[in-house]
């Protein structure tokens, strides 16, 4: 951050003497007059350098909660459609896992035959579910854990 400052700092004296430069003429009139056109110019320079040190500091803000967010949301997804009923339907049926940063999530699956549908929702933590998962529900699984990485 201090790196920062004094990089800003040499900018700006870069800049304000390029303007000075820009101008073709070198400041006339008194000492006192070339002294005070300087501190105006300083004065605008610090200012500028305030907006832009308030500006960094909302930044900052932001990424430590996009740090602090990002591992919460689901980044790893997969899904698997099957005929859990090989005599009846098509593959309407469907498992789905959704894990976050931290292979924390849901493996849901949805059961469809001609006389409705079933859900049905595990937890997911470290990867791995405290209830026993089906073939699909695995391969949904496996899906969302290489989607993450």
Same mark, same amino acid.
């Given at each position: 951050?201090?790196?920062?400052?004094? &990089?800003?700092?040499?900018l700006?004296?870069?800049?304000? !003497?390029?303007?000075?430069?820009?101008?073709?003429?070198?400041?006339?009139?008194?000492?006192?007059?070339?002294?005070?056109?300087?501190?105006?110019?300083? &004065?605008e320079?610090?200012a500028?350098l305030? &907006?832009?040190?308030?500006? !960094?500091?909302?930044?900052?803000?932001?990424?430590?909660?996009?740090?602090?967010?990002?591992?919460?949301?689901?980044?790893?997804?997969?899904?698997?459609?099957?005929?859990?009923?090989p005599?009846?339907?098509s593959n309407?049926?469907?498992?789905?896992?959704?894990?976050?940063?931290?292979?924390?999530?849901?493996?849901v699956?949805?059961?469809?035959?001609?006389?409705?549908?079933?859900?049905?929702?595990?937890?997911?933590?470290?990867?791995?579910?405290?209830y026993?998962?089906s073939?699909?529900e695995?391969?949904?699984?496996a899906?969302?854990?290489?989607?993450?990485?």
């Amino acid at each position: 951050m201090a790196v920062l400052g004094v &990089a800003l700092v040499g900018l700006v004296f870069v800049f304000a !003497l390029a303007r000075l430069l820009r101008s073709g003429r070198p400041p006339t009139g008194s000492k006192a007059a070339v002294d005070e056109s300087l501190h105006g110019e300083v &004065a605008e320079i610090g200012a500028r350098l305030t &907006a832009i040190g308030a500006r !960094l500091a909302a930044l900052e803000q932001s990424m430590t909660q996009m740090v602090d967010t990002v591992p919460r949301s689901v980044q790893g997804v997969g899904v698997v459609r099957y005929n859990p009923f090989p005599d009846m339907g098509s593959n309407m049926s469907f498992s789905l896992a959704l894990l976050d940063g931290r292979a924390n999530g849901v493996v849901v699956s949805v059961l469809t035959n001609r006389d409705g549908s079933r859900v049905f929702g595990k937890m997911v933590e470290n990867g791995t579910s405290s209830y026993p998962l089906s073939e699909e529900e695995r391969q949904a699984l496996a899906l969302a854990q290489g989607d993450r990485k």
